[in-house]
């Protein structure tokens, strides 16, 4: 089988129409998709680089998932219900057991998702995988980073750090178990973002680590800081054996979580299953303090993703 | 100034609303955009990979603007106005000149075609180049590639082959003239695609080579197949010096000329500026003819491009 119909045969899945919204899918020069009326599109893409944005020794499987979940997450985070998306696939060759892994991992999470892969583009070269995804919002409806204001509740929809400790098992050569699971398979918090969209006042994913993007929150809101409670970072079973230190340092800079870090008006109580870290303040610069009131040192320091443009 | 700051300066030109339809760009989670009411979105994205896709030591300027035309030339196989796009760049390094003149050259075809840069993403790693485009079309008006019937005019919108002299020229060291021009800053027929919208049966653009083309055209259009002239291929200046066979089979083989390739019900006469290449046969395979109507035996052969998944 050659390379032009492996590609045909594992991402045409979604080819037909029938799919909410699509008119033309795979195949033509372009898909030809139809928005809803009264509806604003939320458009986002990351690309992911073997041995950068995953380990270059991940699973297909999992490198399908978590290219299409760290894309899902944008749209979770502006609170928009995901449609459609591109995949655009660079791959040093057509191995079609990698293809069918890959696909099976990427079609896992699009059919849990509802998402539908309307078309893309494959090409040679060093294994890299960029995605674009489409969702939609009610008009004016979109979450953003901007809107946080002081006294706000700074929330998160789960542990952070968990992922980083995966990343560093993985590193260790532990290639299962919860934390690598975080890792490989984020869960891209779209049901939470649409809840949000009536009550946060900002909203972003944790993908840089929870200082670095509650920063980039913080900046788009006009400059504000933030006053974090040590105890918001709780100490689950999966950190058992790291020092307090250690797993404070994971949570405040591990990326890859993908959990929604949001701000709540003091009026909404904090939705089930999320944490709250802290609270907004007028005054710039991110603060930890412990049950005292005390303030800690912030643990390691925070730094430059070159792969975040801020905007993907 | 550091590598973060380097693409905010640079890619941040369409950032804030104003462009058609932008409700919020470049600088959150994902871009907000409000598609016309009555309208199909088409979407489309390709990757461009340095020394596959354009020679390794071709200009930024000429990268960027490639990259983008490649891309709007899908939407204009659809018969789309562009609207918005994404950017996803991975680069071996921050080179503040390199990614100046790629910038301009993107924004030069940007502005010129009125489509708006409303996000991405940017890595590290070996250089390439992934956009995707969205534009729209009044509902139920995309061009397709299926829909060609036995009897239409075959019909092309400029001479083909150029852009593949322009190739060999560049590779024998010639780096400047109108060939290589071709090559470097193709025009997406936007403007043909639209007028084509009403009177066109079928519509592709060339990436891969006429022959490659026109045969996913009449695949599409149901195994139907093509009585070519010879004299549908002409002998403009730019080939001077090469054998009708060498010609031809740059003109028949030769890609990236990013013209559109579209058939024509018998009731319509061929639109200004482009050429008739032959008439649609009910019988499959693609046949070239003399001004005899004699059969000549096709140039060179054709070839899968690893490149094309067919729908980007």
């Not at 009610?138 to 002081?150: E, T, V």
């Not at 542990?159 to 690598?180: K, M, S």
């Not at 800079?253 to 907004?280: A, I, K, S």
Request: glycine residues 14%.
């Amino acid at each position: 089988m050659d390379e032009f119909s492996l590609i045909q045969r594992y991402f045409s899945r979604h080819a037909r129409a029938g799919h909410e919204g699509v008119v033309l899918g795979v195949g033509d020069d372009a898909a030809v998709l139809r928005p809803s009326p009264g509806h604003d599109l939320v458009m986002a893409t990351d690309t992911l680089v073997s041995g950068r944005h995953f380990p270059a020794d991940m699973t297909a499987f999992d490198i399908g998932w978590r290219s299409l979940a760290v894309n899902l997450s944008d749209l979770a985070a502006m609170g928009a219900r995901p449609l459609w998306c591109l995949l655009s696939l660079t791959l040093p060759e057509a191995d079609e057991r990698w293809l069918a892994g890959f696909a099976d991992g990427f079609y896992a999470l699009a059919d849990e998702t509802g998402v539908a892969l309307v078309g893309g583009d494959t090409v040679r070269g060093s294994l890299s995988v960029t995605i674009q995804v489409v969702g939609q919002v009610p008009a004016n409806k979109a979450l953003r980073r901007s809107g946080a204001c002081p006294g706000d509740r700074i929330c998160m929809g789960g542990t952070p750090g968990e992922a980083a400790l995966g990343l560093r098992q993985w590193q260790q050569g532990v290639h299962q178990g919860d934390a690598v699971e975080r890792l490989c398979r984020p869960l891209p918090q779209l049901v939470l973002g649409e809840k949000l969209r009536s009550v946060a006042s900002a909203c972003i994913d944790v993908s840089d680590g929870v200082l670095a993007d509650l920063g980039h929150l913080l900046d788009a809101s006009g400059g504000l800081g933030a006053d974090l409670r040590v105890d918001g970072f709780p100490d689950t079973p999966l950190f058992a054996g790291l020092s307090r230190q250690e797993r404070l340092a994971l949570q405040c800079h591990g990326g890859d979580d993908y959990l929604l870090l949001f701000t709540l008006p003091p009026v909404f109580n904090r939705p089930q299953g999320c944490l709250e870290l802290g609270r907004v303040a007028a005054q710039p610069g991110i603060r930890l303090h412990d049950g005292n009131g005390e303030l800690l040192s912030l643990p390691g320091s925070g730094w430059n993703h070159f792969s975040s443009q801020g905007d993907g």
